[in-house]
């Protein structure tokens, strides 16, 4: 590393504590317009963007990932990070190399640690472990009547790789590129593999614009999200608010699902630049502007984590949680925070 290793585990906790907190924020209203959340941020006094956990939620005894509920997810509950798929796989992504082959993992050591480990999935993820149970090759999971390989699973996926390759982003787009070939194509990998480069770009240019620039360099420059990033970028330093964003990428993008890769991507650069640096700002707007809004706000706490550190991270969105995040897979029903962040450190050491 080209950092200190003080400087990565500031960084680090950062990175990983704004994704928890940005997925936690944006949880209880995935799937909800842009109105929506607007209105019921009104209704409940917490600012729009909201400036903290939502107070409470409409349908608080519904089950979320198995063993949480709504109600698990508002402030007056938060004693833990809840159940997430965009938490769990970044416990997954350690899992991974830890008990494949370190940073050196295959596609095969990505497929037997999802029969292993994975409860409950959608789209793209529930499409290729039915087909990994199902006996299809690793190699070809992913596009065995899979209609999903381009929408947003595989980037939520990739946050680990970046924690583990810190100042590396070759490397991290690399182990993100063989992660998200089990379930995606196209523009649903490069998605993955650049989130994961700008990741690990970001702790050595303490600086999300740089960052963000820095991870167009590991995707196919004529691909459709490098073409989608490079438009964000150029208007980023326009967008007025999150309204203003969403209504930036409805018009560019009509049509497209509200989950793909590229839409979403566009709205984290918007809330990113939204956001500066304050990381619970850039994952609030990231919230507000609706969209798959807990993935693009776990990936904006994430990188704006590795980014600014510690000091950017007001204590209100993290205190909450103690030590312990929560998880929904086969094994451990619960995880040490200081526990993943020392284990990620030693990915990180390692060859």
């Known amino acids: 590393m080209n950092i ?4 990565y585990r500031d960084s680090l906790r950062a990175a990983m504590l704004g994704r928890f907190a940005g997925c936690t924020l944006g949880a209880p209203v995935e799937g909800w317009t842009r109105d929506r959340i607007q209105q019921y941020a009104e209704e409940c006094g917490t600012g729009y963007p909201p400036e903290d956990y939502w107070p409470s939620i409409p349908n608080p005894d519904d089950k979320r990932y198995i063993y949480n509920t709504f109600a698990d997810y508002t402030r007056p509950h938060l004693n833990s990070v809840p159940c997430d798929d965009d938490v769990g796989f970044t416990i997954l992504a350690l899992l991974i ?14 497929a037997e640690a999802w029969k292993k480990y994975i409860t409950e999935s959608y789209t793209a993820e529930y499409v290729a472990l039915c087909n990994l149970k199902n006996g299809v090759a690793p190699e070809k999971a992913a596009e065995t009547d899979n209609p999903y390989q381009e929408l947003i699973g595989a980037d939520i996926r990739c946050d680990g790789y970046g924690y ?4 590396d982003p070759k490397r991290a787009s690399e182990l993100a590129r063989t992660d998200a070939m089990i379930s995606h194509r196209g523009n649903g990998v490069y ?5 994961a480069a700008v990741i690990a770009a970001a702790f050595e240019t303490g600086d999300t614009r740089k960052a963000l620039e820095k991870g167009l360099e590991f995707i196919p420059s004529d691909c459709e999200l490098a073409a989608a990033l490079r438009w964000a970028l150029d208007i980023a330093h326009t967008v007025t608010g999150p309204k203003h964003a969403h209504d930036l990428v409805t018009e560019r993008f ?10 979403n991507a566009c709205l984290t650069v918007f ?10 700002k850039c994952f609030s707007n990231a919230v507000a502007m609706a969209y798959d809004c807990d ?7 994430s990188i704006a984590g590795a980014c600014y550190g510690m000091k950017a991270l007001d204590k209100k969105w993290y205190e909450c949680f103690g030590d312990r995040v929560c998880s929904f897979y086969n094994g451990p029903r619960e995880y040490s925070i200081s526990d993943l962040l020392a284990r990620y450190e030693k990915m990180a050491l390692s060859d």
């Open 295 to 301: 993935c693009t706000a776990a990936t904006a706490g």
């Open 97 to 110: 190399a830890e008990e494949g082959h370190g940073k050196n993992f295959t596609l095969e050591d990505v």
């Open 254 to 263: 009509p049509g497209m699902h509200t989950v793909h890769t590229i839409n």
């Open 271 to 280: 809330a990113l630049a939204l956001g500066g640096e304050d990381i619970g």
């Open 191 to 195: 998605g993955a593999m650049y989130f």
């Open 4 to 7: 200190s290793i003080e400087h």
């Open 164 to 167: 583990m390759c810190p100042g």
